[in-house]
C-alpha cells in the first residue's frame, strides 16, 4: 500500500528536502560554477569570446529543456528524473573531462546543462507532495538556499582546483557532486501520492484562469531588482563607492548569505499566514521601496545610506523566489506543476539572462542609480499583477 503525506514521518520528509537540496545545488554548481572557469581557460590561451560561449553552454542546455522536464515530471514522476538528470549531468561532466575537441565540450556542456535542468521542477514537487501546507513555505524557502550554496560552492572550488591541477580536474566537481545526488535520490527518494486522476485534476490549470501566468510575470518583473543587485553591486560598490574589490566582495557574500536566510524567513512567514500570494506581494512593495531609496542615496552619493539599503535590497529582492515557486506548485496542481515549474523557470531564467546587457548599457549612459530606478519602476509594475490572495490548500 502506498504511503499517504499523514503517514509519511517527518524524518523521511525532511531527508527527502536534504536530498533535493542538494542535487538542486549540484545542478547550480554545474550551470553557474562553470562561469568561474573563465580565468583558467584565458589563461591557457583561448580567446575570451570562446570561453565565454563555452562557459554559456549549460545555462543554454538548462534554459531550452525546464519545460520539457516539467512535462516528464508530470508524466513519470519526481523519482525517476531525480535520478536520471543528475546522471545526465555525472555522465556529461566526466566525458566534458576528458574533451579536448572546444566542439565536443561545448556540447557536453550543453548536455550538462539539460540534466541541470531536471532538479528545478522535480525537487519543488517533492516538497510540496510530501510536506503539508502549513511547513511547505519553509520548506520550499530551504530548497531555494540550493542556488547561492552551489554558487559558493563554485566559487570557492572550481577555480582553486582549475589552478591547481587544471580544467579537467575542475569539471570533474559539479560533475561528481552531480553522480552523487543520482546515488542519493535513487535510494531517498519516493514520489508523493497523487489523487486518483479525475478529469478535473488533470485539466489545464491556464486555460480560462490567468493566475498561473499573472505569477510567472510578476516573477520575471521582480526577477529584475534582483539580478541587477547580483550582477552589479561588486561593480558599484568598486567603481562608484570606492571600495577595493577585496572588501566588496565580502560585503556581496555576506549579502548572499542573508538573502538564502530571507527565502527561509519568507516560507516561514507565509506557512503562519497560511497564504503565498499575500506575502508575495508585500515582497514585491518592499522591493520597490528599497530599489527606490538605493536609488536615491546612490545618486545623493550617501553612502552612509546606501550601503545599508543595498544590504536590504539584497534580502527583499530574493525573498519573493520561494512564495512565487510554491504558489505554482500549489495552484497548478499534481498532474501540471512539473510544467508549471518549468514555465516559472525558464521566464525566470529568461529576464536574469537579460539584465547583464540592457542594464549594463543603460549603466553606461546613465550610471548606476538609473539602474536602481529603473529596476524599483518594473518591480512596481509587479505589485498590481499579484493575483487575489488565496489559502494554500
Not at 552551489?150 to 577555480?159: M, W
Not at 499573472?214 to 568598486?238: D, E, N, Y
Not at 529596476?375 to 494554500?392: N, Y
Amino acid at each position: 500500500m502506498a504511503t499517504t503525506v499523514t503517514q509519511m514521518r517527518d524524518v523521511r520528509r525532511w531527508s527527502m528536502l536534504g536530498l533535493g537540496v542538494f542535487a538542486q545545488a549540484s545542478s547550480a554548481v554545474f550551470v553557474h560554477g562553470v562561469p568561474f572557469l573563465l580565468p583558467a581557460l584565458t589563461a591557457d590561451g583561448m580567446p575570451l569570446a570562446t570561453a565565454g560561449l563555452l562557459v554559456a553552454m549549460p545555462t543554454v542546455g538548462l534554459v531550452c529543456t525546464l519545460i520539457a522536464w516539467g512535462y516528464v515530471v508530470d508524466r513519470i514522476g519526481e523519482h525517476k528524473v531525480l535520478v536520471g538528470g543528475p546522471l545526465l549531468m555525472f555522465v556529461a561532466g566526466a566525458a566534458a573531462a576528458m574533451a579536448s575537441n572546444y566542439l565536443v565540450l561545448g556540447a557536453l556542456l550543453f548536455f550538462g546543462g539539460v540534466g541541470a535542468a531536471s532538479t528545478n521542477g522535480a525537487s519543488g514537487r517533492v516538497i510540496v507532495g510530501w510536506f503539508p501546507p502549513h511547513r511547505r513555505g519553509l520548506a520550499m524557502g530551504i530548497r531555494q538556499t540550493a542556488q547561492p550554496l552551489g554558487v559558493g560552492v563554485g566559487a570557492l572550488a572550481i577555480p582553486a582546483v582549475a589552478a591547481a591541477h587544471g580544467v579537467s580536474a575542475a569539471i570533474l566537481v559539479p560533475a561528481l557532486m552531480a553522480g552523487a545526488a543520482a546515488l542519493g535520490c535513487l535510494g531517498g527518494i519516493v514520489d508523493p501520492p497523487r489523487p486518483a486522476g479525475a478529469a478535473a485534476d488533470r485539466a489545464n490549470p491556464y486555460r480560462g484562469d490567468s493566475t498561473l501566468w499573472r505569477i510567472h510575470a510578476v516573477s520575471m518583473l521582480l526577477c529584475v531588482p534582483q539580478g541587477t543587485v547580483w550582477t552589479f553591486a561588486l561593480l558599484w560598490l568598486h567603481l562608484d563607492v570606492g571600495w577595493s574589490l577585496p572588501v566588496a566582495g565580502a560585503l556581496v557574500t555576506v549579502t548572499q548569505i542573508l538573502g538564502a536566510l530571507g527565502r527561509i524567513g519568507a516560507g516561514a512567514w507565509s506557512d503562519r499566514v497560511g497564504s503565498r500570494l499575500g506575502p508575495l506581494r508585500t515582497v514585491a512593495i518592499a522591493a520597490v521601496i528599497a530599489m527606490a531609496a538605493l536609488a536615491s542615496a546612490a545618486w545623493t552619493h550617501a553612502w552612509w545610506a546606501a550601503i545599508p539599503l543595498l544590504i536590504a535590497a539584497s534580502v527583499i529582492t530574493v525573498s519573493d523566489n520561494g512564495l512565487a515557486f510554491t504558489a505554482v506548485a500549489e495552484i497548478a496542481g499534481p498532474y501540471w506543476s512539473g510544467r508549471g515549474l518549468g514555465i516559472q523557470n525558464t521566464g525566470q531564467n529568461l529576464a536574469i539572462a537579460a539584465i547583464p546587457p540592457a542594464f549594463g548599457a543603460l549603466i553606461t549612459t546613465s550610471g548606476f542609480p538609473a539602474a536602481y530606478l529603473l529596476a524599483a519602476a518594473l518591480a512596481m509594475a509587479a505589485v498590481p499583477l499579484v493575483p487575489t490572495d488565496q489559502r494554500s490548500e
